[in-house]
């Protein structure tokens, strides 16, 4: 198990410790995440005008708000992911059942090959026999 971290961040213009399992440059994501949050409610005019717990609500709310929708955009790349992969599992069965049926062809037309190249003998045989025959019965007796 990695070691834990910890870093100072400066949020709002306050020193905070920041600790946790995560690397010190996520951790330091995190502070500049919530400064950026903060820097575009605080540029809202009616922001401003609210008391302190309603501007923390409203933080609360625009972090939550950024959360749901990543959360949401995740769940619809994961739910994509797995459907790429069922269509994948599914090209790869029929893959695999052209294959099969591939070898079945190659096989059988090896075997088709093969007893054509003996019909073929055969008719080498049978003509030269016919020639034969036909030689035989043109002889004068």
């Known amino acids: 198990m990695s070691s ?3 870093v100072k961040v400066l949020i709002d213009g306050n020193v ?4 946790g399992y995560e ?3 996520y951790l330091n994501r995190v502070a500049s995440y919530i400064n950026n949050k903060l820097a575009e409610v605080k540029s809202n005019e009616g922001f401003r005008r609210q008391g302190r717990d309603a501007q923390a609500t409203m933080i609360y709310l625009n972090i939550a708000d950024d959360y ?3 959360k949401k955009q995740a769940d619809i790349l994961e739910m994509e992911l797995e459907n790429k992969n069922k269509e ?3 090209l790869k069965h029929d ?3 052209l294959q099969i049926k591939d070898e079945a062809s190659a096989k ?3 075997d088709l090959r093969e007893k054509c190249s003996k019909q073929e003998k055969q008719i080498v045989k049978l003509e030269t026999e016919l020639a034969a025959a036909r030689k035989d019965t043109q002889k004068p007796e």
Do not use: P, R, W
């Open 4 to 6: 834990k971290n910890a």
């Open 16 to 19: 905070y410790t920041l600790s």
């Open 23 to 25: 690397d010190e440059d």
């Open 68 to 70: 749901f929708k990543s």
């Open 88 to 90: 994948l599992y599914n």
């Open 95 to 97: 893959m695999i059942g």
């Open 108 to 110: 059988e037309l090896a």
